[in-house]
T-cell receptor, first 113, second 111 residues
Framework: KAGVTQTPRYLIKTRGQQVTLSCSPI?????VSWYQQTPGQGLQFLFE???????NKGNFPGRFSGRQFSNSRSEMNVSTLELGDSALYLC????????????FGQGTRLTVV | QKEVEQDPGPLSVPEGAIVSLNCTYS??????FMWYRQYSRKGPELLMY????GNKEDGRFTAQVDKSSKYISLFIRDSQPSDSATYLC???????????FGAGTILRVKS
């Protein structure tokens, strides 16, 4: 059974640019969540999508947005990149019911210069 | 105060030792408790998943949850150098997939 796939694995962007990250969940999983991991703040929840609808949202500015497609694949977009957005962005998938057993992808390492 | 507190370590033990990793939390609404292992430059790998209080064992790993004390633990028996990683505790209220993580404990198992 294939795991969670995130693309690309590495990205280097310039301040002010925008970036789109992609996540393909485990087959059959309908919930996709996004997290930001930094050495200073650890793992922080960005948002969760379930059946193409945002179900939960963390405390991040509106520059961070996402969407989910009918096949459960999800994309995350960050606009007007700042140096502080440099982080490992992780996607997790789960079945989406009350069970919150979540499986993570390998992440996308974003560096903003 | 953070919702989930976890000692960042590092924790250094000899091969074969029993390792105890712990987290405390403040939100009594948490019902689902998880432990993840993360190797450098990799995504977190789910090790243990438990619901409410009690113990769960899987091979060399045992997870314990004490909701009355708001305290969870992960024990690793017969630790191996390959167990060297960062261990993250995580918990959720149960609906949706918002996990709240501890800071992670760096574990080093010396051969």
């Amino acid at each position: 059974k294939a795991g969670v796939t995130q693309t690309p694995r590495y990205l280097i962007k310039t301040r002010g640019q925008q970036v789109t990250l992609s996540c393909s969940p485990i087959s059959g999983h309908r919930s996709v969540s996004w997290y930001q991991q930094t050495p200073g703040q650890g793992l922080q929840f960005l948002f969760e999508y379930f059946s193409e609808t945002q179900r939960n949202k963390g405390n991040f500015p509106g520059r961070f947005s996402g969407r989910q497609f009918s096949n459960s694949r999800s994309e995350m977009n960050v606009s007007t990149l700042e140096l502080g957005d440099s982080a490992l962005y992780l996607c997790a998938s789960s079945l989406g019911d009350s069970n919150t057993e979540a499986f993570f992808g390998q992440g996308t390492r974003l560096t903003v210069v | 105060q953070k919702e989930v507190e976890q000692d960042p370590g590092p924790l250094s033990v000899p091969e074969g030792a029993i390792v105890s990793l712990n987290c405390t939390y403040s939100n009594s609404a948490f019902q689902y408790f998880m432990w993840y292992r993360q190797y450098s430059r990799k995504g977190p790998e789910l090790l243990m998943y438990t619901y409410s209080s009690g113990n769960k064992e899987d091979g060399r790993f045992t997870a314990q949850v004490d909701k009355s004390s708001k305290y969870i633990s992960l024990f690793i028996r017969d630790s191996q150098p390959s167990d060297s990683a960062t261990y993250l505790c995580a918990m959720s209220r149960g609906y949706g997939n918002k996990l709240v993580f501890g800071a992670g404990t760096i574990l080093r198992v010396k051969s």
